[in-house]
């Protein structure tokens, strides 16, 4: 069957990629063509017939968004608990002592990731890292939404826990962990061969401190032996960063390098916590040479971290020392435009330098930056050859106004409420800014049950027996009723 040609017609602007340049430009009065899920021409004056022809004045058309670290099985669910909260005596992180308590059961993983999901489509992402607990559902889950989905089924040898709120300790489970090592990679495999080709997988070792030297070795191995990536969590806690060197006398990175993992094949998500951030004191090593000679790719996700006072030094930093760079959401509320504005502002106000975080690192970051990660060159560009992976921003809405930078418009003022129209693969996922493919009332019908029923069994979680209102108290005091007022005179 011949795939149909659509033509995008008369578009105010385009978002195209200058292949001999090696970055995005602005195309004033062009066309955007695609016949099936291929690009076959950006630009204007496209003159052959087309099956379908689209009228695109008063928008702009930017390739669709590629977030390489988000946890949609679990994050949505702990909206309205983990804005606030971080352990005063575990560096200020929430991944001891909060997660482990307020994360959802695997039976509301599925409307978690839906809801998630849609999220993601509605900021313009059309391809998402899925970082999450392997489950059955899983594959067709995210099928069934439209995007394009690199499944990243994580696993470990052991977790963490604490017992006081001030110390963490290590459970270990070898054999548990190459059952579930064994089963990632049937899921990985599975992914690549959906009939619907969005589908493709990335190898998972959980955390650089959960996981032992040979599951990391071992992983490598498999991802090298598919062709594709692996990803792991690295330089996300103080606490990880002393743990690492209390076992090993070395720094995460350090040890990463001396195991012979730390290179091209892998992604740090969030590398944060290098030799020399501000927040440590270890002038004894020299991590971001080690990374940037490294080859190694660093996920970027700054408003997980900016809750709990906690930075990248910075996007700008890496990137212009060639450290590859992607953007991820890795939390809620899963909006990439949102992501973006804020990596830029956070790493001026960390370096004090408004060089260190300007609009063109997250925008590459966000889209060639994690596709070049990926290894998917025909994505995070409008190039003729490419994935037909886009979104089209409406020109006219009035937080884009007045429209005299558009890519600004957008990430600093309009953010997702502009985005229109959204393609992945050749086929609308969503249009007008709603959600195509997603039932979006039963998602959030069944999250919101799945975290009613998680936030019953808090106590029994919580070292202290503490219930989640205790850990997260409320912004607000609740009231029955108010005091007698005075009367009025």
Known sequence: MTPKTTHIRNLDVAVAWDEAEQCHVYLQAADLVFRGNE?????????????TVIEGGGMMAMPGLVNIHSHPFSEPGNKGLTEEVASDRLGQSSLYEYLPVFGMEADAAGAS?????SELLKSGVTTICDLSINRDGWIDDLASTGIRAVLCPMYRSGHWYTKNGHAVDYA???????????AALQTIDRAAQHPSGRLSGMVGPAQIDTCTEGLFKDSLAEAR???IPMQTHAGQA????????????????????????LGPDLIIGHGIFLSDHPQLHWPHSDDFARLRASGAAVAHCPTVFARRGIALNTIGRYMDAGIPLGMGTDTFPHNMLDEMRLACYVARVVSGNYKHGQT???????TVGGATILRRLDLGRLLPGCKADFALIDLHHPYMQPPLEPMRSLIYSASDRAVRHVYVDGTQVVQNGKVLTIDIDAAIAAMNDGQRRRLATVPQRDWAGRTAQQLAPPVLAARDRLPQSRPAR
């Open 39 to 51: 690009i076959v021409h950006v630009g204007p004056g496209y003159a052959d017939a087309a099956d």
């Open 113 to 117: 990731s839906r809801f998630a999901l």
């Open 172 to 182: 270990w489970d070898e054999k548990a962990s190459e059952q579930a090592f064994a």
């Open 225 to 227: 032996r598919r062709g």
């Open 238 to 261: 103080i606490v990880e960063f002393n743990e690492m060197v209390r076992r090993h006398g070395k720094t995460p990175i350090e040890w990463l390098d001396q195991i012979g993992v």
């Open 360 to 366: 063109r690192h997250a925008l590459e970051a966000a």
